[in-house]
């Protein structure tokens, strides 16, 4: 069964090289690479230019990663898709023990468990799965929470889901376009994890910055809203606990990081709530 592998690529010069050689180091070998530029302007495609022979190369124009995801799974052969960050890596056992799992279980997708690292030498956290089965429903109750541990380059997933739930929504552009896709893949498919460290997730002094904290903030309400206003079984009353679960994930953020804009911006939120569901689109 062919493994399509997807790389977006921004300014990934420093560490695209060792993402791509986790790929190659896969003891699963029925796979094909799709790296997609994002118009870098470094020296990321003569990086990748020495994998000539062993990858596609494709070029996009700067229009983030979730259009570059989409990219890349529109061009892939593969019955199954393997998302990768280019700068994170790979144990090569990764894809063997994901496509055992989710051909023995008919899953409709596959995370595993991760490490996070780069901050310092000694700053490394483990994130373990778990959430699995049917899950759609985890996504209401834990809103902002990565139901899939450590996003896209955990996941395997079946590509004719995508032709289901639609692609990434190019409308996010900074935080939780993954959420949103995993929220839209689990309304249709059960989903499994394989209980190892397969995965290291490569953490940049840039995302504790303020202006990622204003990107979490922007992209998760940006998700809860869809999946509010998605589901129209949904009550107000679950609306409104829904969105104040996500405002106190925000407030602890913002004390933690020290944004007193951003925590009283909240404030108001989590105390005014929508008062009705298509208030939250207009927010």
């Known amino acids: ?21 986790s790929v190659l180091s896969q003891t ?23 994998y000539s022979g062993k990858l596609f190369l494709r070029h996009s124009i700067e229009r983030g990663a979730a259009f570059a995801r ?19 890596v790979w144990e090569p056992t990764k894809l063997e023990k994901q496509v055992a799992l989710i051909e023995s279980k008919n899953l409709g997708l596959v995370y595993c468990n991760g490490e996070e690292f780069g901050l310092s030498v000694t700053d490394r ?15 209401e109750l834990n809103p902002g929470v990565a139901i899939v541990e450590l996003g896209c380059s955990t996941a395997l997933i079946r590509k004719k889901l995508f032709k289901e739930v639609g692609f990434f929504d190019t409308n996010f552009l900074g935080a939780a376009e993954d959420w ?5 893949i689990c309304k249709v498919a059960k989903i499994g994890f394989v209980d190892e460290i397969l995965v290291h997730y490569r953490r940049h002094e840039r995302s504790i910055s303020a202006r990622d904290l204003s990107d979490f903030i922007k992209g998760n309400e940006m998700a809860v809203r869809k999946l509010i206003v998605a589901d129209e079984k949904m009550s107000l009353k679950r609306s409104r606990i829904c ?5 106190r994930m925000i407030l602890k953020a913002s004390i933690k990081q020290f944004e007193p804009i951003m925590f009283f911006s909240s404030i108001v939120k989590l105390i005014v709530g929508p008062r009705a569901k298509k208030q939250l689109f207009a927010s």
């Not at 956290?125 to 996504?139: S, V």
Request: proline share 1%; hydrophobic share 35%; aromatic share 8%.
């Open 243 to 247: 969105w104040a679960k996500l405002q």
């Open 28 to 50: 699963y070998k029925e796979i094909e690479i799709i790296v997609v530029d994002d118009h870098s302007d470094d020296q990321s495609v003569e990086q990748i230019s020495k």
């Open 180 to 184: 949103d896709m995993f929220r839209r």
């Open 125 to 139: 956290r483990i994130h373990n799965g778990k959430f699995q089965g049917n899950c759609y429903k985890d996504f």
């Open 1 to 21: 069964m062919l493994v399509s592998v997807v790389i977006p690529n921004h300014n990934g010069e420093k560490y695209i090289a060792e993402c791509i050689d």
């Open 70 to 88: 989409n990219l890349g799974i529109q061009s892939a052969q593969g019955t199954l898709i393997a998302l990768l960050d280019s700068d994170d």
